[in-house]
């Protein structure tokens, strides 16, 4: 690292030109400006809950009263900005060495079969280019350069409001617990961290600079004569006074460092309530689970339109040409070649239906959308070729729709797993819904073995449950039997209540359960 770039205060305080580099006014800078925002604000403070407590007997000012906690985002917003005037942000490639060339580029990799490259023995070293011009890394390519662009502001812990609108800001916001520790930021900042910087500020800045002028104060003002040093000592003459003049040197030299400690650790309070290490990372987090719950609704909405637009439209046109069909092969005289090629037209219109109506259903089946979870995996159960038992502890209630169409196609494509590859004799399906969570299992009686590793079928259900916080377990030892578990976190729909629909092996299954 080069030692004329440090990182922050931390870093310039133990380098040994920090009194000459301008991180000590910087220093300086963050404090004075810490000093007047607090000022600033306690007036600020003050006057505001005066106003909404005077204006509470009507009732008024209870709506001021309670926006006071808002009070820390904008003195919030302004310090994670502030932080940039003693702390760098270190960019990418920062750990190469600025005096070498090539030091910005991103480092490759060692190759794990190369072998270390042995220096020539009888090889010379070639003589020095008396034109070459040593290298000097570019100030703005450098990772660690003095440039503002560096200094950009801490990122902000807090994440955006799902819904636009105030209401739904106030929600996100007052929900949040970096709202509340910016508050206690402010009041911080108000009441106690403002008055130590200003002592600080006039300790070990203000009175070493009064010493320093000493000599000029007795030349100006004293008359020659006389001066008082901080109104605590006379200086009669001009040795005394240049001698003030080498203490308060002395003094400012200690005080630029007491500066630096204090705005050091002043500014890793504020990181600490106003920019937490993972408040970005929190916000990002957040962030990707919203946009990954968009994309699960979107994707459901556009399988729903598909289906829709099969079902009123393609399949409507093949009914009506399986009809007009029938009724030329009708009008077509009897034995004939005319009439054996209506025949076969109709029943291939007939067989290009039912294809049509199992990929509708298989897109999104409408019994699905109209009665629940428990009817589709009824119904499911009832297309499958071998014979399963359907059994629920419980009617279950409506869930979200992303959660029923998740559950329901597991269900399927494992019941689908079971008939192509188990060589299962019978299988099982069971259900419950408590304590926020919706649970099913299919299990089989066949050879087992399933190994999620072999097919991407076990990986793509994994997947499709873990998008909505779920998990899914399969348990399949050599010869069986086969249990897969799915556990998905949800809520019931408001406005549907349980529905229960059954099929003749459904209510068979459950008498047995």
Known sequence: MDPRYPRDVWQALTRPRYLLSPWPWRAAAYLLTGAVLGAVLLVGLAAWVTVGGVLAIVLVGLPLLAATVLAGLPVAALERRRL????????????????????????????????????????????????????????????????RHLRSPAPTPHIDPPAPGLRAWLSTRLREGATWREFGHALLTACLLWPAEA???????????????????????????????????????????????????????????????????????????VAPPDGGTRARVAELTRSRARLVDAFEAERRRIERDLHDGAQQRLV???????????????????????????EEAGAALAELRELIHGIHPQVLADYGLE?????????????????????????????????????????????????????????????????????????????????????????????????????????GPTLLRVEIPCEPTPKDGPCVWSSPRTASSSATA
């Open 320 to 346: 009506a040409l399986t009809m007009s069909l029938g009724l030329a092969r009708l009008d077509a005289p009897p034995g004939g070649p005319l009439a054996e090629q209506l025949t076969r037209a109709c």
């Open 375 to 479: 009817a589709a995996v009824a119904d499911a159960a009832d297309r499958s070729p071998v014979p399963v038992d359907v059994g629920f502890v419980s009617p279950l209630p409506r869930l979200p729709q992303a959660v029923e169409a998740a559950a329901y196609f597991v269900v399927r494509e494992a019941l689908a797993n079971v008939a192509r590859h188990s060589g299962a004799g019978r299988a099982r399906v069971e259900g419950e819904y408590g304590d926020g969570r919706l649970v099913l299992e299919v299990s089989d009686d066949g050879r087992g073995g399933a190994d999620p590793g072999r097919g991407t079928g076990l990986t793509g259900l994994a997947d499709r449950v873990s998008v909505l916080d779920g998990r899914l377990s399969v348990t399949s030892p050599t010869g």
């Open 84 to 147: 940039g005037w003693i702390e760098r942000k270190r960019a990418p490639g920062a750990h190469a060495d600025p005096s070498k060339p090539g030091a910005h580029a991103a480092p490759s990799k060692p190759d794990a079969h190369a072998r270390p490259l042995a220096p020539d023995a009888h090889a010379r070293p070639l003589p020095p280019d008396p034109h070459a011009r040593p290298f000097a890394p570019d100030r703005h390519l450098h990772p660690l350069a003095p440039d």
């Open 199 to 273: 002592l600080l500020l006039l300790v070990a800045l203000v009175s070493p600079l009064a010493m320093i002028a000493t000599p000029v104060l007795l030349a100006t003002a004293g008359g020659g004569r006389e001066v008082k040093v901080l109104k605590v000592w006379t200086v009669t003459g001009q040795p005394a006074a240049f001698a003030a003049a080498a203490l308060g040197v002395l003094l400012l030299a200690a005080g630029t460092y007491a500066l630096g400690v204090a705005a050091a650790a002043r500014a890793a309070l504020t990181r600490r309530l």
